[in-house]
C-alpha cells in the first residue's frame, strides 16, 4: 500500500503538477495575450481615424489584424502545452477534400470583401438590399457583411453572396423619391385635382423643395386616371415620408367630399354541366 501511496505522489510530481502548472501559464497567456490585442486594436482604432479613413476600411482593417494575431496566440499557447503545431498540417491533409471546400467558400467570401472594399457598392451606414436582407450596414467583415433590419434583427451575409447579387443602396444618393399613387374616377377634372395636390403635399414636413414636387397621370385604367404623387426627401426619411404624404392626400380627398373607386365585384362564370 505504502508503495502505490509512493506511486501516485511520483507520478503526480512527474505528470500532473507540470500540466496544471502549463494550463495555468496558458490561461495566463490566453488572458495576457487578449488585453494586448484588445489594446492593440483600439490603438490601430485611434491611428486610422486620425488618418481620417473611412469607417469601412478600418473596421475592416481592425477584423484582419485582430484575426491574425488571435492566431498567433493560439499558436503560442499550443506550443506551450507541448503541442506539436506542426501536426496540424498532417491532420489538414488527412482530412483532404472536405476542409479543402470549406477553405475555397471562406477564401472566396474573404476576396469579394476585399473587392467590396476596392469598389465601394456600400459603405458602413448605408441601407441596402442584398443577399436576400435588407438594412442598415454595421460592418464589413473578414468574411460576412453585418446588417441590422428594421425590426431590430441581425443578419451576418457571406462577402461572396453579397458581391454575386444585385446591390440597392437606399442612402447612395442625397434624396430619394416618394411615388404615392391615387385613383380617380372618369369625369373628374383631372387638371384641376393635379393642381390642388400639388400644393397640399409642397408643405408637408420633411419635403425638399429641388427636386420640386410633381403629380403626373401614371396610369389609365378602366376605373379612370391614376395620379403619381412624386415627393424627394432625405434617404433616411423615405418611410415616414411617405406615410406623411398618404396621409395628407388622404385627408385632402375627404375633405373635397371625393370617393375612390371601387374595384367592380367579379361576376362568376357559369360552367356548362
Not at 2 to 14: F, M
Not at 63 to 68: D, I, P, Q
Not at 92 to 108: C, H, R
Not at 160 to 180: K, Q
Request: a positive charge; aromatic letters at 6%; one cysteine or more.
Amino acid at each position: 500500500m505504502e508503495a502505490l501511496i509512493n506511486q501516485l505522489k511520483s507520478l503526480a510530481l512527474t505528470e500532473a503538477l507540470p500540466f496544471l502548472l502549463k494550463a495555468m501559464g496558458a490561461l495566463v497567456l490566453w488572458y495576457v495575450g487578449r488585453t494586448v490585442i484588445t489594446g492593440f486594436r483600439r490603438v490601430l482604432n485611434l491611428g486610422l481615424q486620425k488618418r481620417q479613413l473611412d469607417a469601412t476600411l478600418i473596421r475592416y482593417i481592425e477584423s484582419l489584424f485582430a484575426g491574425s494575431l488571435t492566431i498567433l496566440l493560439l499558436l503560442a499557447i499550443l506550443g506551450m502545452m507541448g503541442v506539436e503545431t506542426t501536426s496540424f498540417a498532417a491532420l489538414l491533409a488527412a482530412a483532404g477534400i472536405a476542409i479543402g471546400t470549406a477553405w475555397s467558400g471562406l477564401l472566396s467570401n474573404f476576396a469579394a470583401g476585399i473587392f467590396l472594399l476596392v469598389l465601394r457598392p456600400f459603405r458602413v451606414g448605408d441601407e441596402i438590399s442584398a443577399g436576400g436582407a435588407t438594412g442598415l450596414v454595421q460592418e464589413i467583415g473578414l468574411f460576412a457583411t453585418t446588417i441590422d433590419t428594421g425590426d431590430n434583427l441581425r443578419i451576418s451575409v457571406g462577402n461572396n453572396r453579397l458581391f454575386g447579387d444585385n446591390i440597392i443602396n437606399f442612402t447612395h444618393h442625397p434624396h430619394r423619391r416618394v411615388v404615392v399613387k391615387v385613383p380617380l374616377m372618369h369625369g373628374v377634372d383631372v387638371p384641376t385635382m393635379m393642381r390642388a395636390l400639388r400644393e397640399r403635399v409642397a408643405v408637408v414636413p420633411g419635403i425638399q423643395e429641388q427636386p420640386a414636387p410633381s403629380v403626373d397621370v401614371v396610369e389609365l385604367t378602366a376605373l379612370g386616371p391614376v395620379l403619381g404623387v412624386g415627393v424627394s426627401c432625405k434617404p433616411t426619411q423615405a418611410g415616414a415620408t411617405q406615410a406623411a404624404i398618404s396621409l395628407a392626400v388622404a385627408e385632402f380627398l375627404m375633405a373635397s367630399g371625393y370617393a375612390v373607386p371601387q374595384q367592380p365585384a367579379q361576376q362568376p362564370i357559369a360552367k356548362a354541366s
